[in-house]
């Protein structure tokens, strides 16, 4: 018996902004608990919001960006409910009149061959986020406020995925993009990215029936790897559960369920609330917002390139293999930057992605900084593989000089001074090196001569004498030339 899977998904997107949605208490991740409240987030009796216009911006920015379409009317909604996290008992948030509907994130094209496409927007909207949690030990609670009222971004998605791969690929997009944009640092493990998944199957049956399966809501996934397993698990069970119950989607109410890591499964939390158990109305204390065509026009101007136009940019432009351009992409818009500037200066695109992959990111890696903290800019690096690319230096060598680079913030010329680097390209100098490492070493040519030794391995130690001889400094291409050519004329 065959089935389709249906995902949709609800992503909470903490904003990147200095205060919070309505107030202008402080946002700073990893305070000690409930240091970062003021009486508006407090929920205490007289207080008053008003709008964070930079969160309203970030907001417009991140719907205009995924194409979607923005209400020039909208209003601010009490979402009612109680929970120990939330102190007035009631949410700000966008009911009816959301400021932006439609749209759709990229589906990233997966290695085995899966993927593609696109997955539609619901809406995206703004509202306030929660307290957050603490469950202790021995069934004690403890609830932190720091980041009530901080600004939330709500993404909710059609339920057009068909594969638990495929909604963490969704959302690894979608975490690239709004850090291009500047939106969110979407840190999971901080809570500034977290998404809910919507589940459920349509079975075939053997008379050609398809059957929905109730739909369950997971929660409490903190990675992209979770998600995916978190889905994996719940399509196996809700099979399991359909084919020992038969219910369907008319026969029982939305179930939400939680995620636990440790034993890989989902638990029963609670019953799915209704929009009518929120008891909904308009928020009396903010006036609704305006949105005209010339502010559309200043955020669509700033939105820049992003991810995956950069991708099929880097390919079509520059040449690079797909891996390639998803690798320096994925890196971040500084990486990408970066690279844009080496293959313009350099005319070499390969080169400069080599140098970046291998050698930069590696660097960035070992010191734990970020590439605005390393000594070498784009310029300095472009110079370094033009020096390389012109045979001053072999690839080894600049790659020790790329390091002190690195290190000291010196530029490539003086550390090859100080260094004395430099590549031996005089054929005659070379040719009589070469003649004078086969003279030294009659049972190299044996080898060749008896077939002992396969020839590459041969002639592949005799070039590795010949540059211990120059120190390194001789051109590896010109070496393997003279080599063959000398090797022949002795008839091997």
Request: proline fraction near 5%; hydrophobic fraction near 35%.
């Amino acid at each position: 018996m065959e089935y389709d899977i249906i995902i949709g998904l609800e992503i909470h997107v903490q904003l990147q902004t200095e205060s919070k949605m309505f107030s202008g208490c402080g946002t700073e991740f990893g305070l000690p608990p409930n240091t970062q409240t003021d009486p508006v987030s407090l929920g205490l009796p007289g207080t008053l919001p008003v709008m964070n216009g930079k969160a309203f911006n970030l907001a417009l920015k991140t719907a205009l960006a995924f194409g979607a379409e923005i209400a020039r009317f909208t209003k601010w909604d009490r979402k009612n409910y109680y929970y120990p996290d939330l102190p007035k008992n009631y949410q700000i948030s966008q009911y009816d009149l959301p400021f932006s509907t439609g749209g759709s994130l990229p589906i990233p094209e997966r290695k085995d061959g899966g993927g593609g496409g696109s997955i539609r927007l619901t809406r995206i909207h703004l509202e306030e986020d929660t307290g957050k949690m603490i469950h202790a030990a021995g069934g004690m609670s403890e609830v932190d406020l720091n980041r009530a009222g901080v600004p939330l971004l709500e993404v909710v998605t059609e339920p057009d995925l068909r594969d638990p791969a495929d909604a963490r690929g969704c959302l690894e997009e979608l975490r690239l993009t709004l850090r291009y944009l500047g939106v969110s640092d979407c840190e999971m493990q901080e809570g500034s990215l977290r998404c809910d998944a919507n589940v459920n199957l349509h079975i075939r049956t053997d008379d050609g029936t398809t059957i929905a399966t109730p739909i369950v809501e997971i929660k409490n996934m903190n990675s992209f790897s979770a998600v995916e397993k978190a889905l994996h698990y719940e399509v196996e069970r809700q099979f399991e559960k359909w084919k020992d119950d038969g219910l369907t989607i008319k026969d029982a109410h939305k179930e939400t369920r939680g995620w636990s890591d440790p034993e890989g499964i989902t638990k029963p939390q609670r019953q799915k609330e209704t929009a009518a158990d929120y008891r909904y109305f308009p928020e009396p204390d903010l006036v609704p917002v305006e949105v005209d065509d010339a502010w559309i026009a200043r955020l669509r101007d700033e939105i820049g390139e992003l991810p995956m136009a950069r991708r099929a940019r880097f390919e079509s432009e520059y040449g690079l293999s797909a891996y390639d351009a998803n690798v320096l992409v994925e890196q971040g818009q500084d990486v990408a930057d970066y690279f844009d500037a080496v293959a313009r200066e350099t005319g070499e695109a390969k080169l400069a992605s080599n140098w970046i992959q291998q050698d930069i990111l590696r660097s960035i890696k070992e010191k734990k900084i970020g590439l605005g903290d390393l000594h070498v800019d784009p310029a300095a690096l472009s110079d370094l593989i033009k020096r390389v690319k012109r045979k001053e230096l072999n690839t080894n060598q600049g790659r020790e000089v790329l390091a002190r680079m690195i290190d000291t913030g010196q530029a490539a010329e003086s550390i090859i001074a100080e260094g004395g680097y430099g590549l031996i390209g005089d054929r005659d100098a070379l040719a009589a090196v070469v003649a004078e490492t086969i003279d030294a070493n009659p049972k190299a040519l044996e080898d060749l001569a008896g077939g002992k030794k396969k020839p590459d391995a041969v002639k592949g130690w005799l070039r590795g004498q010949v540059m211990k001889k120059t120190q390194g400094k001789a051109d590896p291409e010109l070496v393997v030339e003279l080599l063959e050519a000398r090797l022949s004329e002795l008839g091997h």
